[in-house]
C-alpha cells in the first residue's frame, strides 16, 4: 500500500468512528422532540403550531451562536471546545424531560441550540484539517451517515422508550429525553481525551505519513490562496458562500420539515407507537444508501454542482409527490425517495465552499453556511405545524418545503463553481500562480 493509501487509512480509523458516533448521538438528541411529541403534546396540551415553533426555535439561538463558535474553536482547538458542546448540548438535552408547557419547551429548546451551536460546522472545518480536498465528498458522507443512520437506530429506539410510560412515576417521553442524552455526556470526555486537533500533532502517525498528509494540505491551502485569499469578513459576504446557504438552506428545509413530522404523518396510519419507529426507519435507511452512492460518486467524477442538483431535484419531487397521494404504501415509498436525495446531498454541498475557502476564512464561511442553512430549521417546522392547523392535513406544509428543494436545485446549477480546486496538486508541488 502506497503512502498515501496508508495515511488517509490510519487517519480515517482514528477519527471518523469516534465522530460518526458524536453526530448520531447530537442528531438524535435534536430530532428526538419528533417522536417525544406522540405522546408529550397531548400531555401538556401543546398544539401542532406550538410544536412547530418550539421544534424550530432551536434553531434560532443556534444561528446565533453558529459563526463565533465555529471561530473560537479555530483559535482554541477542535478538541477541547467540541468536549465542552456535547457536554452542554447533553446536560440540556436531558433536561427537556422536565418541561411542563409551552413556556418551558420554548426555553429549554433556545438554550439547546445555543449549547449545540458550531459543533457541527466545527467538525466539517476539523476534517478539512485532516483530509485532502479529493477524499472530502465521501469523507463527509461517511461522517453525516450519522444522520439516517440515527433514525434508522433512534426511530425504533425512541418509539420502544415511549413504552416506558409510568416507570418510577416518569411518562415514556421524559425517560426519552433522558436516556438518549446520557451518551452526549458521557463522550465528552472521550473526546477530550482522544481528540488531536491538527496532523502536525499527530504523535499516532508514523513520521513519513505525518509528513505527506502536512505537506498535501499545505500544498492545497497555497493552491487556494494564490487563486485568492479570502479573509473572515470577506468570507462571509461572499456571493458564493451565501448562494451555498441558500442552497443548503432548502435541503435542510426538507431534512427537518420531514424528521421532525414523519412520525406524527406515519402514525396516522393507525399504528402503534413502537410500529411507528419501526416504519419511519424506511427512508432514513434509503438515506444511508443514498449517502454513499452519491458521495463517492461525486469524489470519483470530480463533480459537485451535478451530483447536488440531482439529490435536491429526487428530494423536492419526492417529498411534493408524497403530499399528493393518500395510499400509505405509496407514501413511505416517496418519503423513500425523497430520502434519497436530502441525505444523498447534504455532504457534497460542503465540498463547494471547501473548495477554495482555507483557515479562519473557512472556519467563518462554514460556519455562516450552517447558520443561515438552518434558519431553515425553524421556519419548515413552523410553517409545516402551522399549515396543518390552519388546513387539518400536512399537504401544505410539504408541497411548500419541496418548493424550497426545487428553488435550491436551481440556485445550485448557477452557481459559479471553479471545478480545478477540487483537484489537489502533487505534494511539493508548485501552487498555481
Known sequence: MDLEAR????????LLPLLIVCYFISYLDRVNVGFA??????????SATAYGLGAGIFFLTYFAFEVPSNLFL?????????ARIMLTWGLLSGAMAFIV????????????????????????????????????????????????LSSVIGSP???????LDGVLGFKGWQWLYVLEAL???????????FLTDRPEQAAWLPEDERAWLVQRLADERRARESARSYSVREALT??????????????????YGLSFFLPQIVKGFDLTNFQTGLVTLIPAAIGVVGMAVLGRSSDRMAERKGHVAFALLLAAGGTAAAALVADPYAKIALFSVSAFG????LPIVWTLPTAYLSGAAAAGGIAIINALGNLSGFAAPYAVGAIKDATGTFTGGLLLIAGAGFAAMATVLCLRHDSRLERAPAPGAQAAQ
Open 7 to 14: 495515511a488517509i487509512r490510519r487517519v480515517s480509523r482514528r
Open 37 to 46: 411529541a406522540l405522546t408529550m403534546n397531548k400531555d401538556l396540551g401543546i
Open 74 to 82: 479555530e483559535r482554541v482547538g477542535a478538541r477541547v471546545w467540541i
Open 101 to 148: 408547557g409551552e413556556t418551558s419547551f420554548y426555553a429549554v429548546r433556545l438554550l439547546l441550540g445555543a449549547a449545540e451551536a458550531g459543533f457541527f460546522p466545527g467538525i466539517i472545518f476539523y476534517l478539512t484539517l485532516w483530509f485532502p480536498s479529493r477524499y472530502r465528498g465521501r469523507i463527509i458522507s461517511s461522517f453525516m451517515i450519522a444522520i439516517p
Open 157 to 163: 429506539l425512541s418509539g420502544a422508550l415511549l413504552g
Open 183 to 193: 451518551p452526549a455526556v458521557l463522550l465528552a470526555g472521550v473526546v477530550l481525551a
Open 238 to 255: 461572499d456571493g458564493r458562500v451565501l448562494a451555498v446557504a441558500f442552497v443548503y438552506f432548502g435541503n435542510v428545509a426538507l431534512l
Open 342 to 345: 436530502i441525505f444523498g446531498g
